[in-house]
Nanobody, 126 residues
Framework: QLQLVESGGGLVQPGGSLRLSCAAS????????IGWFHQAPGKEREGVSC????????KYVDSVKGRFTTSRDSAKNTVYLQMNSLKPEDTGVYYC???????????????????WGQGTQVTVSS
């Protein structure tokens, strides 16, 4: 079982920034698309973004376009989610997930992803 560990969450004021990390242990992320998902309090988990295994292709849901950026660092075996201009509605638990693929594009569909991290809490509040 692939192990993913998210970090970087915390409490931030509206308009602030956080950078989440998704680190892998025991395997390389280079062969995996990575997705980011958000579960707001009392709501179902929903997709946020994904990055293809090559890092060339990224995709974002409309609510975070222009504010969030996902990237990957192969040397560190880590994928990042840079979150800027945070809003209270961004509050919740953020999960990263991995799926092995040979495709050149990724999809932000949770049922496609087979390995999940434990999540990191992000709270946006004044």
């Amino acid at each position: 079982q692939l192990q993913l560990v998210e970090s970087g969450g915390g409490l931030v004021q509206p308009g602030g920034s956080l950078r989440l990390s998704c680190a892998a242990s025991g395997f390389t992320l280079d062969n995996y698309d990575i997705g980011w998902f958000h579960q707001a309090p009392g709501k179902e988990r929903e997709g946020v973004s994904c990055i293809s295994r090559t890092g060339v292709y990224t995709k974002y849901v409309d609510s975070v376009k222009g504010r969030f950026t996902t990237s990957r660092d192969s040397a560190k075996n880590t994928v990042y989610l840079q979150m800027n201009s945070l809003k209270p509605e961004d509050t919740g638990v953020y999960y990263c997930a991995a799926v092995s693929t040979v495709q050149h594009v990724c999809l932000i569909l949770d049922f496609l992803f087979s390995s999940w991290g434990q999540g990191t809490q992000v709270t946006v509040s004044s």
